[in-house]
């Protein structure tokens, strides 16, 4: 394979309290995951991992303690302009339409406005929105409003796509259908995804590799599972087959514990 | 409770019968006296409505020459309205940005915004003398501090993650500062534009009221000077209702331009 699009080195991220310098948390430490062109990895791991905390290095909002970062071969300086993000909480502008928050970042760019709303309106109608240009997030469901943020952040055609748990807020069934739309968009596109979820499901059925991070403080890599099963998937229907179930019980096996040991831990600061 | 067009009724007969009473009482030698002794010193006191309407219908009808006066108040409202707001956007924006000059003003802007302001008046008729920029001086320094204050406070309060993704959408500080930062603070503006315009209202009529040959202030103080206390009532009642019409054009004005901010219960029409 040519260079990876993502490579982070022995990634370590700590965070120093700022009204108390003692007081210090080390969220990741010791991760070194790489990211192929066109590949698909989700990370898995117990909540309050630093699952969001790796994402936000790979997308250069934050930097490392220690380990570098590099993308496509050049080290990352400052934000990682090749990387599209979608957060997990609402990034919508809300004083924006849901089409001019489509072009935004086009217009960031410095986009010609016509362009821009040309392509803008292109995605909307891609992710099922063809109609609703005009409206402010507020008026949006909040499906809606993660459709309007997928379109957002591939309305730059990013070669790297980072996902925070995009769809984590939403029903179940509203979830399989973004979750099937952003694969066959990324089918087409076959760009690089580093998805980050609490949901073994998902990253299942979604990845070619599933990542597991251990409870934090001071999370590491503990196991890597290459997902084997044939393309195009169905996210819905992919559950049933058995090697699926295989490979749930597989990863689950490694997860538990660590779950356990995450929430354990919660238990004990609360 | 009732919607308002059922309560208006109820509305407009207390204002009769505040007028009524009011008239009752004050009118010399219709009912016998039992305040004062003397039959003129309830009206000496407290005016007639009869005669202050006289003087109302007299300024804007018959003479006709309220209208010059209204034009001078009004026009030092909308300049201390306007230079104050800028200025309050410009400084909340730089001092929210820059966390150095922040620290440094802080004890000034808290002291400067503490100080009993309308004191200045008079040092303001002495630099600017007795026309309108000695009232617009006296509104911005009370406009100034609410708009600044929101500001700092919009710019603040900045969703993280929204801003987050416009730096990862492409955009640099300078469009940081207009696409994020600007239509976050402009809403807090807006949310205190009430108070905002009520307060470089304030400004000028108190401004003319300590000095001044033009405006609805001045027109009240001569009156004073001459124990004219009908006059001085309807000045009262001119500054009352003018007060509530620029309170309904402002809240017109908020409602086109703050059309993106969720209200309370708005449904979906489709």
Not at chain 1, 122 to 135: A, H, I, P, Q, T
Not at chain 2, 53 to 58: D, G, L, Q, S, V
Request: hydrophobic residues 50%; glycine residues 8%; contains cysteine.
């Amino acid at each position: 394979m040519t260079t990876p699009a993502l490579q982070l080195q022995d990634v370590a991220c700590t965070f120093v309290s700022k009204d108390d310098p003692r007081q210090r948390y080390t969220a990741v430490k010791g991760v070194t995951l790489t990211v192929g062109a066109g590949e698909f990895v989700s990370v898995v791991g117990p909540t309050g991992c630093g699952k969001s905390t790796l994402l936000n290095v790979a997308a250069g909002l934050l930097q490392p303690s220690t380990g570098r970062v590099q993308v496509f071969g050049q080290p990352l300086a400052g934000i990682n302009t090749r990387a599209g993000y979608m957060f997990q909480a609402e990034s919508l502008m809300p004083w924006r339409t849901a089409l001019a928050n489509v072009m935004a970042g086009l217009e960031f760019r410095g986009v010609a406005a016509a362009e821009a709303r040309a392509q803008a309106e292109e995605w909307l109608r891609r992710v099922g929105l063809g109609g609703f240009g005009d409206r402010y997030p507020h008026q949006l469901s909040g499906g809606m409003r993660k459709r309007t943020s997928l379109a957002q952040t591939l309305a730059l055609d990013p070669d790297i796509i980072l996902m925070d748990e995009p769809f984590s807020a939403l029903d179940i069934q509203t979830r399989q259908l973004m979750e099937n739309e952003v694969l066959d968009l990324w089918a087409k596109k076959r760009k690089a995804v580093l998805f980050i979820t609490h949901d073994l499901d998902e990253a299942i059925a979604m990845s070619d590799r599933v990542v597991i991070m251990s409870a934090g403080p001071a999370a590491r890599l503990i196991g890597e599972f290459n997902i084997d099963i044939a393309r195009p998937r169905d996210v819905a229907e992919v559950k049933m087959t058995p090697r699926f179930v295989e490979l749930h019980a597989a990863i689950w096996a490694q997860l538990r514990e660590e779950v356990l040991k995450g929430y354990a831990q919660q238990l004990k600061v609360a | 409770m009732k919607s308002p067009r059922k309560l208006w009724p109820w509305q407009a007969s207390l204002l009769v019968a505040i007028f009524v009473f009011w008239h009752l009482m004050t009118t010399p030698g219709l009912l016998p006296n039992f305040m004062f002794d003397n039959d003129r010193q309830a009206s000496f006191f407290f005016g007639e409505p009869v005669k202050i309407m006289a003087r109302i219908w007299a300024w804007f009808v018959t003479d006709a020459d309220i209208y010059r006066h209204l034009l001078v108040t009004l026009t030092e409202t909308l300049l201390a309205f306007g230079i104050g707001s800028a200025l309050g956007l410009g400084a909340g924006l730089w001092l929210a940005l820059s966390p150095v000059a922040s620290g440094i003003l802080e004890p000034y802007i808290k002291a400067a915004n503490s100080m009993p302001r309308i004191i200045l008046a008079p040092i303001f008729s002495v630099w600017f003398g007795l026309g309108i920029a000695s009232k617009v001086a006296l509104g911005v320094t009370l406009v100034f501090f609410i708009v600044f204050f929101n500001v700092y406070q919009g710019v603040k309060e900045v969703s993280p993650v929204v801003l987050a993704n416009a730096r990862m959408l492409g955009a640099g500080p300078k469009q940081l500062l207009r696409h994020v930062y600007l239509p976050s603070a402009t809403s807090w503006v807006f949310s205190s534009l009430h108070t905002s315009v009520g307060l470089a209202f304030v400004g000028a009529v108190v401004g003319e009221y300590l000095g001044s040959s033009q405006g609805v202030g001045y027109l009240i103080l001569q009156a004073e000077g001459t124990f004219d206390i009908n006059t001085v009532m309807a000045g009262i009642l001119v500054l009352t209702a003018f007060a509530l019409v620029l309170d309904a054009a402002v809240g017109k004005v908020e409602k086109r331009l703050m059309k993106w901010q969720p209200k309370a219960g708005e449904t979906e029409r489709l």
